[in-house]
Protein backbone atom coordinates (compact mmCIF):
# COMPACT_ATOMS: atom_id res chain seq x y z
CA UNK A 1 0.00 0.00 0.00
CA UNK A 2 2.83 2.45 1.00
CA UNK A 3 5.37 2.48 -1.67
CA UNK A 4 8.02 4.25 0.63
CA UNK A 5 8.79 1.34 3.22
CA UNK A 6 11.91 1.22 1.82
CA UNK A 7 12.97 4.97 2.57
CA UNK A 8 13.60 6.83 5.31
CA UNK A 9 13.80 4.35 8.17
CA UNK A 10 14.97 5.56 11.03
CA UNK A 11 15.92 3.32 14.19
CA UNK A 12 14.08 4.98 17.28
CA UNK A 13 17.18 5.49 20.31
CA UNK A 14 14.36 6.14 23.35
CA UNK A 15 13.23 3.63 25.21
CA UNK A 16 9.42 2.65 24.59
CA UNK A 17 7.47 2.38 27.86
CA UNK A 18 5.50 -1.10 28.12
CA UNK A 19 1.72 0.10 29.82
CA UNK A 20 0.83 -3.62 30.42
CA UNK A 21 3.05 -6.18 32.69
CA UNK A 22 2.23 -9.00 30.15
CA UNK A 23 5.38 -8.05 27.70
CA UNK A 24 8.85 -7.14 28.63
CA UNK A 25 9.35 -3.49 30.08
CA UNK A 26 12.54 -3.40 27.91
CA UNK A 27 14.34 -3.68 24.47
CA UNK A 28 16.27 -6.65 23.90
CA UNK A 29 19.74 -6.77 22.33
CA UNK A 30 18.93 -9.81 20.59
CA UNK A 31 15.94 -11.69 20.02
CA UNK A 32 15.12 -13.98 22.78
CA UNK A 33 14.10 -17.71 22.26
CA UNK A 34 10.24 -18.62 21.81
CA UNK A 35 8.83 -19.89 24.70
CA UNK A 36 6.71 -23.55 24.30
CA UNK A 37 3.08 -23.31 23.32
CA UNK A 38 3.71 -19.11 22.77
CA UNK A 39 1.49 -17.34 20.99
CA UNK A 40 3.53 -15.94 17.95
CA UNK A 41 1.96 -12.40 18.21
CA UNK A 42 2.75 -12.25 22.19
CA UNK A 43 6.26 -13.48 21.18
CA UNK A 44 6.94 -10.90 18.70
CA UNK A 45 5.86 -7.99 20.98
CA UNK A 46 7.83 -9.33 23.44
CA UNK A 47 11.23 -10.08 21.43
CA UNK A 48 11.40 -7.30 19.20
CA UNK A 49 15.13 -5.99 19.56
CA UNK A 50 14.02 -2.34 17.55
CA UNK A 51 11.60 0.02 16.04
CA UNK A 52 12.35 1.14 12.64
CA UNK A 53 9.99 3.89 11.03
CA UNK A 54 8.93 3.68 8.22
CA UNK A 55 6.57 6.26 6.97
CA UNK A 56 4.68 8.92 8.34
CA UNK A 57 1.28 8.35 7.15
CA UNK A 58 -0.25 11.82 8.40
CA UNK A 59 1.63 14.80 10.86
CA UNK A 60 0.31 12.83 13.65
CA UNK A 61 0.44 8.91 12.74
CA UNK A 62 3.12 6.70 11.08
CA UNK A 63 4.22 2.93 10.34
CA UNK A 64 6.86 1.34 12.27
CA UNK A 65 8.66 -2.44 11.66
CA UNK A 66 8.82 -4.73 14.75
CA UNK A 67 12.65 -5.51 13.94
CA UNK A 68 13.63 -7.82 13.44
CA UNK A 69 10.04 -9.73 12.55
CA UNK A 70 8.34 -8.72 9.59
CA UNK A 71 5.44 -7.47 11.17
CA UNK A 72 4.00 -3.39 11.50
CA UNK A 73 2.54 -1.16 13.86
CA UNK A 74 0.68 1.96 14.00
CA UNK A 75 2.13 5.21 15.93
CA UNK A 76 -0.70 7.95 16.79
CA UNK A 77 1.06 11.00 18.27
CA UNK A 78 -1.98 13.10 20.57
CA UNK A 79 -2.29 15.54 23.11
CA UNK A 80 -3.56 12.98 26.32
CA UNK A 81 -4.70 13.87 29.59
CA UNK A 82 -4.42 11.14 32.98
CA UNK A 83 -8.06 9.98 32.38
CA UNK A 84 -7.23 8.51 28.63
CA UNK A 85 -3.84 7.56 29.69
CA UNK A 86 -5.29 5.18 32.52
CA UNK A 87 -8.04 4.11 29.68
CA UNK A 88 -5.36 2.94 27.33
CA UNK A 89 -3.56 1.34 29.88
CA UNK A 90 -7.15 -1.06 30.90
CA UNK A 91 -7.32 -1.28 27.26
CA UNK A 92 -3.93 -2.98 26.63
CA UNK A 93 -5.28 -5.51 29.36
CA UNK A 94 -8.04 -6.21 27.05
CA UNK A 95 -7.49 -9.53 24.47
CA UNK A 96 -9.86 -10.31 22.18
CA UNK A 97 -9.35 -12.04 18.61
CA UNK A 98 -11.34 -9.37 16.40
CA UNK A 99 -10.47 -6.65 18.45
CA UNK A 100 -7.00 -4.17 17.53
CA UNK A 101 -5.33 -4.08 20.51
CA UNK A 102 -3.23 -1.12 22.08
CA UNK A 103 0.30 -2.30 22.60
CA UNK A 104 2.62 0.62 24.28
CA UNK A 105 3.38 4.55 24.17
CA UNK A 106 5.88 6.86 24.52
CA UNK A 107 5.93 10.28 26.30
CA UNK A 108 7.67 12.81 24.08
CA UNK A 109 5.90 15.49 26.09
CA UNK A 110 8.20 17.78 27.53
CA UNK A 111 9.38 17.31 30.93
CA UNK A 112 9.32 20.82 32.13
CA UNK A 113 6.11 21.69 30.68
CA UNK A 114 3.66 22.63 33.96
CA UNK A 115 0.61 21.61 30.99
CA UNK A 116 -1.23 18.41 32.48
CA UNK A 117 -1.81 17.22 29.34
CA UNK A 118 0.78 15.11 27.49
CA UNK A 119 2.07 14.24 24.58
CA UNK A 120 2.22 10.84 23.88
CA UNK A 121 2.92 8.28 21.20
CA UNK A 122 0.03 5.15 21.52
CA UNK A 123 1.24 1.81 19.39
CA UNK A 124 -1.42 -0.57 18.28
CA UNK A 125 -1.27 -2.89 15.61
CA UNK A 126 -1.56 -1.92 11.74
CA UNK A 127 -3.19 -3.45 9.71
CA UNK A 128 -3.23 -2.01 5.84
CA UNK A 129 -6.96 -3.69 4.24
CA UNK A 130 -9.77 -2.33 5.55
CA UNK A 131 -13.90 -3.07 4.53
CA UNK A 132 -13.43 -0.26 1.79
CA UNK A 133 -10.54 -1.07 0.56
CA UNK A 134 -11.96 -4.90 0.23
CA UNK A 135 -14.75 -3.94 -1.41
CA UNK A 136 -12.86 -2.05 -4.12
CA UNK A 137 -10.59 -4.56 -4.87
CA UNK A 138 -13.57 -6.94 -5.28
CA UNK A 139 -15.83 -5.07 -6.99
CA UNK A 140 -13.36 -4.32 -9.88
CA UNK A 141 -13.67 -8.42 -10.42
CA UNK A 142 -17.27 -9.38 -9.41
CA UNK A 143 -15.92 -10.96 -7.03
CA UNK A 144 -18.68 -11.58 -4.46
CA UNK A 145 -17.21 -12.41 -0.46
CA UNK A 146 -18.22 -16.76 0.33
CA UNK A 147 -21.12 -16.65 2.18
CA UNK A 148 -19.14 -18.69 4.30
CA UNK A 149 -16.80 -15.44 5.29
CA UNK A 150 -19.45 -13.15 5.71
CA UNK A 151 -20.81 -15.56 8.76
CA UNK A 152 -17.14 -15.58 9.75
CA UNK A 153 -17.91 -11.72 9.72
CA UNK A 154 -20.79 -11.79 11.70
CA UNK A 155 -20.01 -13.79 14.50
CA UNK A 156 -16.05 -12.45 15.10
CA UNK A 157 -17.81 -9.06 15.07
CA UNK A 158 -20.51 -9.54 17.14
CA UNK A 159 -18.27 -11.56 19.57
CA UNK A 160 -15.77 -8.51 19.70
CA UNK A 161 -18.53 -5.65 20.63
CA UNK A 162 -20.17 -7.87 22.43
CA UNK A 163 -17.29 -8.29 24.44
CA UNK A 164 -16.97 -4.65 24.89
CA UNK A 165 -20.69 -4.17 26.05
CA UNK A 166 -20.45 -6.46 29.03
CA UNK A 167 -17.55 -4.21 29.82
CA UNK A 168 -20.34 -0.94 29.30
CA UNK A 169 -18.46 0.24 26.41
CA UNK A 170 -20.36 1.57 23.21
CA UNK A 171 -18.30 1.48 19.80
CA UNK A 172 -20.23 4.19 18.27
CA UNK A 173 -17.72 5.31 15.68
CA UNK A 174 -18.00 2.31 13.63
CA UNK A 175 -17.05 2.85 9.26
CA UNK A 176 -16.25 0.88 6.45
CA UNK A 177 -12.56 2.18 7.54
CA UNK A 178 -12.54 1.17 11.41
CA UNK A 179 -13.17 -2.49 10.49
CA UNK A 180 -9.81 -3.94 9.13
CA UNK A 181 -9.33 -7.66 7.16
CA UNK A 182 -6.41 -9.17 8.96
CA UNK A 183 -4.64 -11.17 5.95
CA UNK A 184 -2.54 -12.84 8.63
CA UNK A 185 -5.00 -14.60 10.83
CA UNK A 186 -8.19 -14.59 8.46
CA UNK A 187 -10.17 -12.39 10.59
CA UNK A 188 -12.31 -9.17 10.41
CA UNK A 189 -11.44 -6.86 13.17
CA UNK A 190 -12.66 -3.42 15.00
CA UNK A 191 -10.39 -0.81 16.94
CA UNK A 192 -11.64 0.51 19.80
CA UNK A 193 -11.35 4.14 19.99
CA UNK A 194 -13.90 5.20 22.55
CA UNK A 195 -10.70 6.99 24.76
CA UNK A 196 -10.58 9.43 22.21
CA UNK A 197 -14.30 10.35 21.67
CA UNK A 198 -15.09 12.66 24.67
CA UNK A 199 -12.68 14.98 23.28
CA UNK A 200 -13.20 14.81 20.07
CA UNK A 201 -16.75 13.48 19.15
CA UNK A 202 -16.53 15.00 15.84
CA UNK A 203 -14.12 12.96 14.71
CA UNK A 204 -15.88 9.87 16.15
CA UNK A 205 -18.86 8.81 14.75
CA UNK A 206 -21.01 6.04 13.43
CA UNK A 207 -21.25 5.84 9.49
CA UNK A 208 -24.68 4.47 9.19
CA UNK A 209 -27.26 5.63 11.54
CA UNK A 210 -31.15 4.21 11.61
CA UNK A 211 -33.90 6.44 10.95
CA UNK A 212 -35.02 7.75 14.64
CA UNK A 213 -38.49 9.16 15.43
CA UNK A 214 -39.93 10.89 18.47
CA UNK A 215 -40.44 7.86 20.76
CA UNK A 216 -36.59 6.33 20.79
CA UNK A 217 -34.37 9.88 20.59
CA UNK A 218 -32.72 8.43 23.95
CA UNK A 219 -32.06 5.50 21.41
CA UNK A 220 -29.79 1.94 23.09
CA UNK A 221 -26.41 3.02 22.10
CA UNK A 222 -24.75 -0.14 21.49
CA UNK A 223 -28.32 -1.32 18.99
CA UNK A 224 -26.99 1.71 16.95
CA UNK A 225 -22.95 -0.18 16.88
CA UNK A 226 -25.70 -2.91 15.83
CA UNK A 227 -27.06 -1.15 13.01
CA UNK A 228 -24.03 0.20 11.97
CA UNK A 229 -22.33 -2.90 11.63
CA UNK A 230 -25.00 -4.79 9.87
CA UNK A 231 -25.18 -1.81 6.98
CA UNK A 232 -21.23 -2.46 7.01
CA UNK A 233 -21.52 -5.78 6.01
CA UNK A 234 -24.28 -5.65 4.15
CA UNK A 235 -21.95 -3.21 2.07
CA UNK A 236 -19.43 -5.61 1.54
CA UNK A 237 -21.54 -8.11 0.71
CA UNK A 238 -23.24 -6.10 -1.95
CA UNK A 239 -19.49 -5.10 -2.43
CA UNK A 240 -20.97 -1.68 -2.52
CA UNK A 241 -20.91 1.39 -0.49
CA UNK A 242 -24.69 1.13 1.11
CA UNK A 243 -24.53 5.34 1.78
CA UNK A 244 -26.22 5.84 -1.59
CA UNK A 245 -29.53 4.94 0.74
CA UNK A 246 -29.22 8.34 2.32
CA UNK A 247 -30.26 11.61 0.62
CA UNK A 248 -29.26 14.48 2.89
CA UNK A 249 -28.84 12.23 5.58
CA UNK A 250 -32.46 10.62 5.43
CA UNK A 251 -32.40 6.83 4.75
CA UNK A 252 -34.98 6.22 1.70
CA UNK A 253 -36.60 3.32 2.66
CA UNK A 254 -37.48 2.11 -1.18
CA UNK A 255 -33.24 1.80 -1.74
CA UNK A 256 -32.96 0.25 1.81
CA UNK A 257 -35.74 -2.25 0.50
CA UNK A 258 -34.00 -3.07 -2.99
CA UNK A 259 -30.32 -3.99 -1.23
CA UNK A 260 -32.21 -5.95 0.95
CA UNK A 261 -33.65 -8.24 -2.09
CA UNK A 262 -30.07 -7.80 -3.46
CA UNK A 263 -29.28 -9.69 -0.57
CA UNK A 264 -31.43 -12.37 -0.37
CA UNK A 265 -30.41 -13.51 -4.18
CA UNK A 266 -26.53 -13.84 -2.93
CA UNK A 267 -27.02 -14.94 0.58
CA UNK A 268 -30.72 -16.73 1.04
CA UNK A 269 -30.68 -18.20 4.57
CA UNK A 270 -29.06 -17.44 7.88
CA UNK A 271 -26.94 -14.71 6.24
CA UNK A 272 -29.83 -12.56 4.80
CA UNK A 273 -32.25 -13.49 8.39
CA UNK A 274 -29.87 -12.23 10.42
CA UNK A 275 -28.88 -8.89 8.69
CA UNK A 276 -32.00 -8.23 8.43
CA UNK A 277 -32.27 -8.34 12.20
CA UNK A 278 -29.33 -6.42 12.51
CA UNK A 279 -30.98 -3.40 10.33
CA UNK A 280 -34.03 -3.48 11.52
CA UNK A 281 -35.21 -0.06 11.45
CA UNK A 282 -37.77 0.15 14.72
CA UNK A 283 -34.57 0.72 17.21
CA UNK A 284 -37.12 -1.75 19.77
CA UNK A 285 -37.03 -4.28 17.75
CA UNK A 286 -33.66 -4.35 16.87
CA UNK A 287 -31.42 -6.26 18.93
CA UNK A 288 -28.34 -5.37 20.82
CA UNK A 289 -24.96 -7.52 21.09
CA UNK A 290 -26.05 -9.41 23.34
CA UNK A 291 -29.35 -10.51 22.44
CA UNK A 292 -27.46 -10.84 18.91
CA UNK A 293 -26.12 -13.77 20.12
CA UNK A 294 -29.08 -15.78 20.87
CA UNK A 295 -30.14 -15.04 17.04
CA UNK A 296 -26.98 -16.05 15.86
CA UNK A 297 -27.25 -19.11 18.53
CA UNK A 298 -30.54 -20.12 17.07
CA UNK A 299 -29.29 -20.06 13.25
CA UNK A 300 -26.58 -21.83 14.29
CA UNK A 301 -29.14 -24.30 15.51
CA UNK A 302 -30.84 -24.42 12.50
CA UNK A 303 -27.68 -24.60 10.35
CA UNK A 304 -26.93 -27.77 11.81
CA UNK A 305 -30.12 -29.44 11.80
CA UNK A 306 -30.60 -28.72 8.22
CA UNK A 307 -26.92 -30.25 7.47
CA UNK A 308 -28.01 -32.99 10.05
CA UNK A 309 -31.10 -33.31 7.24
CA UNK A 310 -28.70 -33.18 4.35
CA UNK A 311 -26.66 -35.85 5.54
CA UNK A 312 -29.25 -38.25 6.33
CA UNK A 313 -30.38 -37.49 2.83
CA UNK A 314 -27.40 -38.46 1.55
CA UNK A 315 -27.05 -41.37 3.49
CA UNK A 316 -29.97 -42.62 2.55
CA UNK A 317 -28.91 -41.77 -1.27
CA UNK A 318 -25.87 -44.08 -0.95
CA UNK A 319 -27.90 -46.64 0.74
CA UNK A 320 -30.43 -46.79 -2.29
CA UNK A 321 -27.48 -46.55 -4.37
CA UNK A 322 -25.86 -49.57 -2.48
CA UNK A 323 -29.07 -51.72 -2.67
CA UNK A 324 -29.32 -50.74 -6.54
CA UNK A 325 -25.77 -51.82 -6.94
CA UNK A 326 -26.31 -55.06 -5.28
CA UNK A 327 -29.42 -55.57 -7.19
CA UNK A 328 -28.08 -55.19 -10.63
CA UNK A 329 -24.99 -57.14 -9.68
CA UNK A 330 -26.98 -60.18 -8.42
CA UNK A 331 -29.04 -59.82 -11.99
CA UNK A 332 -25.94 -60.12 -13.61
CA UNK A 333 -24.80 -63.21 -11.41
CA UNK A 334 -28.10 -64.87 -12.21
CA UNK A 335 -28.11 -64.23 -15.73
CA UNK A 336 -24.54 -65.80 -16.02
CA UNK A 337 -25.83 -68.65 -13.77
CA UNK A 338 -28.82 -69.55 -16.85
CA UNK A 339 -26.28 -68.69 -19.42
CA UNK A 340 -23.83 -70.95 -17.69
CA UNK A 341 -26.26 -73.80 -17.37
CA UNK A 342 -27.68 -73.85 -20.53
CA UNK A 343 -24.05 -73.76 -22.06
CA UNK A 344 -23.78 -76.66 -19.23
CA UNK A 345 -27.03 -78.63 -20.69
CA UNK A 346 -25.14 -78.37 -24.13
CA UNK A 347 -22.32 -80.09 -23.37
CA UNK A 348 -24.01 -82.58 -21.05
CA UNK A 349 -26.28 -83.35 -23.60
CA UNK A 350 -23.04 -83.78 -26.30
CA UNK A 351 -21.30 -86.07 -24.05
CA UNK A 352 -24.49 -88.32 -23.40
CA UNK A 353 -24.88 -88.86 -27.15
CA UNK A 354 -21.59 -89.53 -27.69
CA UNK A 355 -20.90 -92.07 -24.90
CA UNK A 356 -24.36 -93.30 -26.70
CA UNK A 357 -21.86 -93.93 -30.21
CA UNK A 358 -19.60 -95.25 -27.80
CA UNK A 359 -21.55 -98.01 -26.81
CA UNK A 360 -23.56 -98.46 -30.01
CA UNK A 361 -19.78 -99.33 -31.65
CA UNK A 362 -18.66 -101.32 -28.54
CA UNK A 363 -21.90 -103.70 -29.50
CA UNK A 364 -21.45 -103.98 -32.66
CA UNK A 365 -17.91 -104.97 -32.35
CA UNK A 366 -18.39 -107.51 -29.67
CA UNK A 367 -21.17 -108.86 -31.71
CA UNK A 368 -19.11 -109.58 -34.75
CA UNK A 369 -16.36 -111.18 -32.47
CA UNK A 370 -18.78 -113.26 -31.12
CA UNK A 371 -19.80 -115.01 -34.50
Request: aromatic share 10%.
Amino acid sequence: MYSEYCIGQQKLNFPINKITQSYNPFVQDAPRQRLPNENPKDYMLSAYTSLIHVIDITSTSAIYRVDPFAKYLCCWTNIINQAEISAIQERTKWRHPNLISFLFYQDVSDKYSQIKTREFKIYYEYLPLDVKQLIEKRSQTGEYVPEDEIWKMIIGLSDALLFLQKKGVSHSALTLESIYFDEEYLLYRVQDVSPFRAKAPHLFYNQFLASLNGTNLKHNLFKQDVFCVGMIILSLALLRDCKDIYNEGILQNGLFEEKLQKLKQLYPGRVENVLRSMVDLDNEKRPDWNELQQILQQNKEKQIGLSEQQSNIIQQIDKQKCKINVDINNNQENIEMKINIQKGDGLDQKLINLNKRIQETLSKSMSKNLR
